[in-house]
């Protein structure tokens, strides 16, 4: 069975300062790779995703993240965060043998301004 | 407008009382997914269903119900809600392919049981 873990329950920033949010998962086989972000109020949006190629993965709002198969990490960051990104951010996990996919517990995120 | 539509949005409800939650795609996608996101735990899968008339358990399904008769909707449905049942539920849909099957998410159903 595949899990996804992610390190930090909350974070709490200023702006401008860089975010990166950790993304750990368990799985043998080969898996797409995606980040959700979920503002106050409103539902899932999809930031960035990883199926194949360059594992350096640029999405919207000047978010990118990284993925490391060896670590079976899928780190997710922005340089330069803006109070606008504070939101819920969750990475998921989906078998490249199926649709399923398999979330991490999420990250609240708290930009001060 | 391709979407993912959930109603109602918000529902406050009883124990014991039956209710269910629409969920329709006009994607044509043959995957459609339920989910309940609750606090620290992310979003964890109630039931999937493959395309029409084809519907399995996901990680969560006790206490859940669904039907797929026709590719669009994929209504879950509560026989007897609890309060253990009260979270944040959304409805997804995707192609069912092998490899770039991205899921489009609906607004999400925000449900409390009394």
């Known amino acids: 069975a595949q899990s996804v873990s992610q390190h930090n329950h909350h974070v709490i920033l200023s702006e401008a300062a860089s975010l990166e949010l950790g993304c750990n998962y368990s799985?043998?086989?080969?898996?797409?790779l995606f980040w959700y972000v979920q503002y106050p109020g409103q539902h899932l949006q999809l930031l960035l995703k990883y199926f194949s190629g360059d594992p350096l993965v640029k999405g919207i709002k000047g978010f990118e993240a990284e993925f490391i198969k060896s670590k079976f990490s899928f780190n997710l960051r922005k340089p330069s965060v803006q109070w606008s990104d504070t939101a819920e951010y969750f990475c998921?996990?989906?078998?490249?043998?199926?649709?399923?996919?398999?979330f991490g517990g999420g990250t609240r995120v708290l930009v001060k301004p | 407008e391709a979407q993912v539509t959930q109603n109602p949005r918000y529902l406050i409800t009883v124990t014991g009382k039956k209710l269910t939650v629409t969920c329709s795609q006009n994607?044509?996608?043959?995957?459609m997914s339920w989910y309940r996101q609750d606090p620290g735990l992310g979003l964890r899968q109630i039931y999937y269903?493959?395309?029409?008339?084809?519907?399995d358990k996901g990680d969560v399904p006790e206490g859940y119900k669904v039907s797929r008769k026709e590719k669009r909707n994929f209504p879950l449905i509560l026989e007897s809600p609890s309060p253990n049942q009260t979270s944040l539920y959304f409805c997804?849909?995707?192609?069912?392919?092998?490899?770039?099957?991205?899921?489009?998410f609906g607004p999400g159903t925000r449900l409390t049981v009394l």
């Open positions: 997804a849909s995707s192609f069912r392919t092998n490899l770039y099957n991205e899921q489009f």
């Open positions: 269903s493959m395309n029409v008339e084809v519907t």
């Open positions: 799985y043998g086989g080969t898996v797409n």
């Open positions: 998921a996990v989906q078998s490249r043998a199926g649709n399923k996919l398999t």
């Open positions: 994607m044509n996608h043959e995957y």
